[in-house]
């Protein structure tokens, strides 16, 4: 066997040389690993630094309070009681929302940022408190086309609000829609704030969107649920691009003195909810003669007497009303619930009784003042003896004054009566 002795050292021998080259591969492996690991802090620092310069710059951070999303151009910082607007906005923002926070006051240049907000489109500040908007607040945003104020009790709104600070109105806003739903100031601030205390609401709305030329590009204006009584004159004058009007649940009584002339491209006209007792002729005429609008009358308190016959008239030929057939009388009494469009001249007759209501509260008020001048006759009565003294010695403190006059016209008129006047006072 000597041939298989001899083959068994050399294989040994090989194993032998593989162990060792195992062992040899070990040692360098665990050799390394402790040089790799006092590497590895050192290479760390490189990865967060590749990281920071791959990440945009502070400007294009989300805000602390605020949610972000980059892929819809959207930021959202809703019910945050946020005092004021975030400074860190990211430039790529196209929708804001800043709903339901206490800002209070939005300064002039509130949204100027380096870089500038330049894709800003839609900016939502409803429900933020906000009671003052000074002039040129939303300067600095040049794709600014849908502003929402709703829900804000607004007791300042400067005239220049929607213009430049410099409060030229030259320069035309881009804003296409302006929605300021429920933003009358509540009782208790209207009546503390000086602002309001010598000019109404009504002429506060009026005077900002009457600034300049801010606002000749704005399509869509909504106005609903502010308590207007009124629209003041010449409102809607510098809005010729106007094609929807929201005054829906208002207290507006008459369109007297609002004129709708220059709103060609008018199409809607939202007056449903509101105190509206009949449209005269001006206002018929200039609703008729706007080329495609669409008028909304519900829930009106119409009252059909003798003065509702030109509007009956314009209701059975126009088709600009949108649901005429729904429209019905609610004064007076008898009329209630009659529908406008099956009223004939015969019907609107201009009656001297007023409604139960009003009858009711005369009636009241009669039986007040006569209970008011029958405590005052008792009240005579009682004191009618000293009364009667009263005017005795009035009468004889008047006659007493009198008897001094006459005498003295005597000595004056008489010269010896004078002559004997002076000896005597020597």
């Known amino acids: 066997m000597p041939g298989g002795c001899s083959r ?8 032998l040389r593989l162990a060792r080259l195992a062992l040899l591969l070990l040692g360098w492996i665990s ?3 402790p040089a790799s690991s006092e590497t590895s802090p050192t290479s760390s620092p490189s990865v967060p630094a590749s990281s920071v310069s791959a990440q945009p710059p502070l400007s294009g951070q989300c805000p602390q309070p605020c949610e972000c999303s980059e892929a819809a151009r959207t930021v959202k910082c809703v019910n945050r009681n946020l005092a004021e607007v975030p400074a860190d906005l990211p430039p790529y923002v196209r929708n804001l929302f800043l709903t339901g926070n206490q800002l209070s006051v939005l300064p002039a240049g509130a949204f100027a940022r380096r870089p500038p907000l330049a894709e800003l489109a839609a900016l939502n ?12 607040a939303f300067e600095h945003l040049p794709s600014l086309r849908q502003l929402d104020l709703s829900h804000n009790p607004l007791w300042d709104l400067s005239p220049f609000a929607f213009c430049d600070s410099n409060a030229s109105g030259s320069t035309p806003s881009p804003l296409v829609e302006l929605i300021m739903n429920h933003v009358v100031p509540l009782t208790d601030e209207s009546q503390n704030n000086r602002s309001l205390q010598n000019r109404s ?11 300049g030329q801010a606002l000749r590009g704005l399509h869509r ?3 609903a649920s502010n308590r207007f009584l009124y629209l003041p004159r010449d409102v809607l004058a510098q809005l010729p691009s106007l094609r929807h009007l929201d005054l829906r649940n ?3 009584v008459s369109l007297t003195y609002v004129s709708f002339r220059n709103l ?3 199409e809607s006209l939202h007056l449903e909810d509101n105190a509206l007792k009949v ?21 009106n308190p119409w009252v059909c007497d003798c003065h509702m016959v030109d509007m009956v008239a314009w209701l059975k030929e126009t088709e600009v009303v949108q649901g005429k057939a729904r429209l019905t009388c609610a004064f007076p009494e008898k009329m209630r619930n009659r529908v406008l469009l099956e009223l004939n001249n015969s019907d609107l007759d201009c009656d001297p009784i007023l409604p139960p209501s009003l009858q009711t509260s005369y009636v009241f008020l009669g039986i007040v003042l006569a209970l008011i001048g029958a405590i005052f006759l008792l009240v005579l009565y009682l004191n009618r003896k000293g009364i009667k003294k009263w005017m005795h010695n009035i009468r004889d403190a008047c006659r007493d004054h009198m008897e001094g006059y006459h005498y003295r016209y005597e000595i004056n008129a008489d010269p010896r009566l004078t002559n004997l006047s002076s000896n005597s006072d020597v």
């Open 201 to 211: 609401f009504e002429s506060i709305v009026a005077a900002a969107l009457r600034a």
């Open 125 to 136: 500040l409803s429900g933020s408190h906000l009671q003052e908007v000074r002039a040129g």
């Open 8 to 15: 068994g050292p050399a294989a040994g021998d090989a194993r």
């Open 31 to 33: 050799s390394s690993s």
């Open 250 to 252: 208002n207290s507006l």
């Open 264 to 266: 060609t491209h008018l």
């Open 279 to 299: 449209l005269h002729n001006g206002t018929l005429a200039e609703l008729q003669g706007l080329p495609q609008v669409r008028v909304f009358l519900d829930n």
């Open 221 to 223: 204006l909504e106005l």
